[in-house]
C-alpha cells in the first residue's frame, strides 16, 4: 500500500487545516486508515483512525476538535483539525493497516509525513 499525503503547513493558534491522504491499495484490502503525529522529542502517538465498519478512535488530546473521515471508495482520508493548539505540532503520518490477498497478517503502512506547525 502506498500513501500520499498532503495538506500540512503553518497556521495561527485557533485556525484550521486539513490533512488529506490517498492509498493505492492494489492486491490489498485495507482493514482501517487514520493519522498519527510526532512532536520533537516525542514519540509517535495516535491522533484519530477510522476502520472500514467507521468506528473512530481519537486522542483525547483532539476530540471535539479533529474529524476524521475516509471515502473507501476513492481510499481517502481526511483529518480535519480544527481550534489547532501550539501543542499540536508535529509531523502527521497518514497510517493504513492491510491485509495482502491470501494472506492472513495485517500490515502497517505509512505515509512520507507532513509537518503542521502552529503558531501562538
Known amino acids: 500500500v502506498q500513501l500520499q499525503a498532503s495538506g500540512g503547513g503553518l497556521v495561527q493558534a485557533g485556525g484550521s487545516l486539513r490533512l488529506s491522504c490517498a492509498a493505492s491499495?492494489?492486491?490489498?484490502?485495507?482493514?482501517?486508515m487514520g493519522w498519527y503525529r510526532q512532536a520533537p522529542g516525542k514519540q509517535r502517538e495516535l491522533a484519530a483512525d477510522?476502520?472500514?465498519?467507521?468506528?473512530?478512535n481519537y486522542a483525547d488530546s483532539v476530540l471535539g476538535r479533529f474529524f476524521i473521515s475516509t471515502d473507501s471508495a476513492k481510499n481517502t482520508v481526511n483529518l480535519q483539525m480544527n481550534f489547532l493548539k501550539p501543542e499540536d505540532t508535529a509531523v502527521y503520518y497518514c497510517?493504513?493497516?492491510?491485509?495482502?490477498?491470501?494472506?492472513?497478517?495485517?500490515?502497517?503502512?505509512w505515509g512520507q509525513g507532513t509537518l503542521v506547525t502552529v503558531s501562538s
Open positions: 497510517n493504513a493497516r492491510a491485509t495482502r490477498w491470501g494472506r492472513s497478517n495485517q500490515q502497517n503502512f
Open positions: 491499495r492494489i492486491g490489498f484490502t485495507i482493514h482501517s
Open positions: 477510522s476502520s472500514r465498519d467507521g468506528i473512530t
